[in-house]
């Protein structure tokens, strides 16, 4: 079962989390877990944590009512000095008999003085499944974030600290960041209840009805609305557009980062090619970064490498292994040639894999001379590990550099500067979600691209707005150009979808440039569809 084999985590995503009468959905995001034979989006490695009881007196209980602290703030953007009202806490979920369901945590940040029919509002979060919101709030969108060591995004020396972020979008539009029920401080009530949300469909009508709610709670039906997730949240975000469509909630665009939308491009099943012909180009990004290609493909550009990769991956190496034990030996020496030379890797150790190189192999092998590992989440950051002869790496160094920061700076800000408190874990990338139920899914791999097209269709003022990272090896650039391309939009609607590309891996927003880059693409993309005259 395809999508079984993935709640070994996907989890910079992240990922996830989302489809139509929500058409299922799929992955992980940064979690700790064993490294996966099937891996799909995630906001960072698949790791799953083991279930842990949680405080009893911690649990919202039966009879839970709201809790939400109010502060008020101001933030300096790009020379303006925003005044703004922060939100934390928990929203109750109910039946239609009004028995509570779940407490939804959520931080939500307004611009003072602002009118509601005329601002925009954005629903962010993250994926996993079982990832916060984390991410995207303390690292990308939210007014704070994290500090680091360098302009890479490499973890800074604990203890961690937060500055006023520079690119924060709150200048052009109020912001939403959700927590699924589990992650970050979001319950299921009854606690022993959880399971119920914790799957494609279910995941998305919870996120979608709490999103209906806050919008009718806060009077901001009127207003311009987005959503914006990234890795198994863009699954969620696409899911979203199809269940708020059916609901009447029309979206004015959706922003998705590091991309997931349909898991066959990303998991390295037996008879399932399209991944390694999908991640290649990836691995060419992260060789030319490490300067481990030839030199006539060193001394050029990113682009040229990618370019020359990318064209061979739909071509010749697709035509090979579509062959499978029927190619010729004078093919096989040809594309195993090709291989070694856009993966850094030697012919040799091509030969031994069938052609056929996995994640986690090559981010083992690129740099074993060394005795170093590559990041999945993040394929610039380096990793040692104690046996430099194992077949895979030990840890993701790319997560290592986010977790310990964020984890901190996330627990401070929402206590001391927020000034919301409680007991309970702050679940910043949690396996509590499973196993997680694919729901109409089983045996087939989520794809709610197909969701995501008849959303468009029904409502062409909908945009999409897609941001990939070059070293990003949980949700590679390729599969997600191939994913697009495949959606069968009309013509005339293709205009809908736009696209950038980065330097960086899953998370781009820890980049300094990048950030910089993104926050300018998602302001100009908000500002030219929120129809505000």
Excluded: C
């Excluded at 979008?169 to 009854?190: C, H, K, N, W």
């Excluded at 207003?223 to 708020?244: H, I, M, V």
């Excluded at 990113?302 to 991956?313: G, N, R, T, V, W």
Aim: proline share 6%; no cysteine.
């Amino acid at each position: 079962m395809k999508n079984a084999m993935f709640a070994a985590l996907l989890t910079l995503s992240v990922f996830s989390l989302f489809a139509q009468s929500p058409e299922p959905a799929p992955n992980r995001q940064p979690a700790p877990t064993p490294r996966r034979e099937t891996p799909p989006a995630t906001e960072s490695d698949d790791r799953a944590d083991a279930p842990r009881e949680e405080p009893r007196n911690a649990r919202p209980p039966a009879d839970a009512k709201d809790k939400i602290s109010t502060t008020q703030h101001s933030v300096t953007i790009g020379g303006q000095t925003i005044n703004y009202t922060a939100r934390s806490g928990f929203m109750i979920m109910r039946d239609e008999d009004g028995k509570p369901r779940a407490s939804f945590f959520f931080t939500s940040y307004t611009k003072d003085g602002a009118d509601p029919a005329r601002r925009p509002i954005t629903y962010t979060f993250n994926g996993g499944p079982g990832s916060s919101s984390v991410w995207l709030h303390m690292g990308a969108f939210g007014p704070k974030r994290v500090v680091y060591a360098d302009d890479e995004g490499h973890a800074a020396r604990p203890p961690y600290r937060t500055v006023d972020n520079e690119g924060s979008i709150l200048d052009v539009t109020d912001l939403v960041f959700i927590d699924p029920v589990t992650t970050g401080y979001s319950r299921a009530i009854p606690f022993s209840d959880a399971n119920k949300f914790h799957g494609v469909d279910s995941d998305i009508q919870s996120v979608g009805e709490f999103i209906r709610q806050w919008t009718t709670r806060y009077s901001r039906w009127a207003s311009p609305k987005f959503l914006a997730g990234e890795s198994y949240g863009t699954t969620r975000a696409a899911g979203l557009s199809g269940w708020l469509g059916q609901q009447g909630f029309y979206l004015n665009g959706i922003v998705l980062i590091s991309s997931i939308l349909n898991f066959e491009t990303a998991s390295f099943d037996s008879g399932n090619d399209l991944a390694y012909e999908l991640f290649l180009p990836t691995y060419t990004a992260i060789a030319w970064y490490h300067k481990r290609l030839p030199s006539d493909l060193q001394s050029g550009t990113l682009e040229h490498a990618i370019s020359e990769s990318e064209q061979f991956a739909l071509g010749d190496y697709t035509h090979a292994l579509m062959q499978g034990d029927r190619i010729s030996d004078a093919e096989r020496r040809d594309v195993t040639a090709k291989l070694a030379r856009l993966t850094g890797l030697s012919p040799a150790y091509i030969e031994q894999t069938n052609m056929r190189v996995k994640i986690d192999r090559f981010d083992k092998e690129l740099m074993r001379a060394q005795r170093r590992t590559v990041g999945r989440l993040d394929g610039r950051f380096i990793g040692i590990d104690k046996d430099a002869a194992g077949e895979a790496d030990e840890f993701d160094p790319s997560y290592a550099a986010i977790f310990g920061e964020y984890t901190a700076v996330v627990n401070d800000y929402v206590r001391r500067e927020l000034k919301f408190e409680t007991d309970l874990p702050y679940e910043i990338l949690t396996g509590k979600v499973r196993p997680w139920s694919y729901d109409r899914a089983q045996n087939r791999y989520v794809d709610v691209a197909e969701t995501l097209r008849g959303a468009i269709a029904q409502n062409p003022y909908m945009k999409v707005f897609v941001a990939n990272g070059y070293y990003d090896l949980a949700t590679p650039f390729a599969a997600t150009r191939y994913t697009f391309a495949r959606m069968q939009l009309e013509p005339d609607l293709r205009k809908n979808i736009s696209m950038d590309y980065f330097e960086t891996g899953h998370m781009v927003y820890i980049d300094r440039k990048a950030q910089a880059r993104l926050k300018k693409d998602v302001d100009e993309f908000i500002r030219a569809n929120a129809n505000v005259q």
